[in-house]
């Protein structure tokens, strides 16, 4: 089922997002070559604690960390290490939030220094398409005509659309109905209603669509070892343009 929220949810969901967008303001400005992956999850631990909120993504399903911290051909799930930002790399940092029974959940792909012209092109690619895709989160489209506009505009810059992982409705639950994928058909799937709330997060390879995992169960790669880019934001779908709850 998928559920409409009320306004007072809508409230909280708001309090949730902020605080979600605000860590990964808060993290952009620590990410230099330097830096480990594993001091790049402890501030990001430190500041949701110390904002009333709790780290979702800590234990669940097992997951040892509070942040996703994915360098270069790391898709998502990236497990934080001592690993050594260098200057060059990309790495994308996804948060989730609690904050009074309500989720946030976002991400961004961020340089560490000075990157090549086709590492940032992958980021603004992979951003402008959660944009394309947001296009379609209003009332009476189908979900299908979002995942279509992503899965085309990545595609038409050559790169791979990921398959297995996607986006999801959030609300007292990271993950609730309805799937979002970043790829489909255009007038097809869930007719999308004022009041539904959800992520959606295009994660965009440099070649191909294909990835692999690591033997941790979480990291996963692409399978070409190309880079990877991740843009995610939770949204709230209204009648006419979306509410983007984490900026
Ligand atoms: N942000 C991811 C998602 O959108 C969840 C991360 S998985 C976790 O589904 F285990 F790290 F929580
Ligand atoms: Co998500």
């Not at 909280?12 to 303001?25: E, F, I, P, Q």
């Not at 279509?148 to 990921?162: P, T």
């Not at 609730?176 to 058909?185: A, I, S, Y």
């Not at 295009?202 to 692409?222: E, L, Q, V, Y």
């Amino acid at each position: 089922m998928i559920t409409v929220k009320k306004p007072s949810e809508i409230n909280k969901m708001r309090v949730a997002g902020k605080l979600t967008g605000d860590v990964l303001k808060f993290i952009e400005e620590k990410i230099k070559p330097g830096v480990t992956t594993a001091q790049v999850n402890a501030a990001i631990h430190e500041y949701i604690v110390s904002h009333d909120a709790k780290p979702s993504f800590l234990h669940y399903r097992g997951y040892p960390a509070s942040a996703c911290v994915s360098v270069n051909d790391v898709v998502v799930h990236g497990i934080p290490s001592g690993y050594v930002l260098q200057e060059g790399d990309i790495v994308s940092i996804d948060v989730g939030v609690v904050k009074d029974g309500w989720q946030g959940d976002a991400a961004r792909t961020f340089a560490v220094g000075k990157i090549s012209d086709g590492a940032q092109k992958l980021i603004d690619v992979t951003r402008e398409c959660f944009f394309e895709g947001i296009k379609h989160a209003r009332d009476g489209k189908r979900l299908g005509d979002l995942s279509n506009a992503i899965q085309r505009h990545a595609e038409s810059h050559g790169y791979g659309v990921v398959r297995e992982m996607i986006g999801h409705g959030i609300g007292r639950n990271m993950h609730e109905e309805p799937n979002v994928p970043n790829f489909g058909k255009e007038g097809t799937g869930v007719l999308l209603k004022s009041g539904y709330t959800i992520a959606v997060e295009p994660m965009i390879n440099a070649g191909t669509f294909k990835i692999k995992f690591d033997p941790d169960g979480w990291t996963t790669r692409t399978a070409d070892g190309s880079l990877s880019a991740h843009y995610e934001n939770t949204i709230l779908v209204r009648d006419g343009e979306p509410e983007i709850l984490t900026l």
